[in-house]
Nanobody
Framework: QVQLVESGGGLVQVGGSLKLSCVASQHTFNTYAVGWFRQCPGKEREFVALITYNSGRTDAADSVKGRFTISRNNAKNSVYLEMNDLKPEDTAVYYC?????????????????WGQGTQVTVSS
């Protein structure tokens, strides 16, 4: 039911920074663990980062840990992804997601609600 709209994607050079934003359509977004996923060219969608409903805990994929930071502002029904030291491997469509959970069969993160995605391209 919740609708998510991403923004902030674009073209950036290696080593540069970019900040993605996601705004949800309803306040129930604030009760969910939310996060970001990405789909790199030729690959399956993968988990990037998550944050709990009250910002009490965050988690991030090893590939982005130390470079990307997730945060949220529940008053604005929003979640953000600050990306630093970008690499060509970070080139992907990035998706905002709500109600993030662990898949029982895989043990990896999945989500119930998805945005349409925003393209991030890192030039080498």
């Amino acid at each position: 039911q919740v609708q998510l709209v991403e923004s902030g994607g674009g073209l950036v050079q290696v080593g540069g920074s970019l900040k993605l934003s996601c705004v949800a359509s309803q306040h129930t977004f604030n009760t969910y663990a939310v996060g970001w996923f990405r789909q790199c060219p030729g690959k399956e969608r993968e988990f990037v980062a998550l944050i709990t409903y009250n910002s009490g805990r965050t988690d991030a994929a090893d590939s982005v840990k130390g470079r990307f930071t997730i945060s949220r502002n529940n008053a604005k029904n929003s979640v953000y992804l600050e990306m630093n030291d970008l690499k060509p491997e970070d080139t992907a469509v990035y998706y905002c997601a709500a109600d993030v959970f662990r898949g029982f069969s895989t043990g990896t993160y999945e989500a119930e609600y998805w945005g349409q995605g925003t393209q991030v391209t890192v030039s080498s």
